[in-house]
């Protein structure tokens, strides 16, 4: 089955959950052994991909807004005792 760019991390993820439950039930025959390996790994790698995106705007929106802050600080009112 050929990855398509489409497809949502949520729903890459559920083909692989599903290519491992029949590998880890033995379900898989035979001749669709290699086929659901290379899927599988593919999966992985995409997957994978997407995280280190992610973990990326993430981090570098943090950092833009650390560099925000540092430029214009606010001084948040302390709450009276």
Do not use: C, H, W
Request: charged residues 30%.
């Amino acid at each position: 089955m050929t990855e398509k760019n489409t497809e949502t991390y949520e729903e890459k993820f559920t083909r692989l959950e599903a290519i491992l439950k029949k590998l880890d039930n033995s379900q898989t025959p035979i001749d669709e052994l290699a086929s659901d390996v290379k899927e599988g790994a593919s999966l992985i790698l995409a997957l994978n991909a997407k995280l280190n995106e992610v973990e990326t705007e993430v981090a570098d929106a943090f950092r833009a807004l650390e560099a925000a802050t540092a430029q214009s600080p606010r001084q948040v009112p302390r709450a009276e005792p």
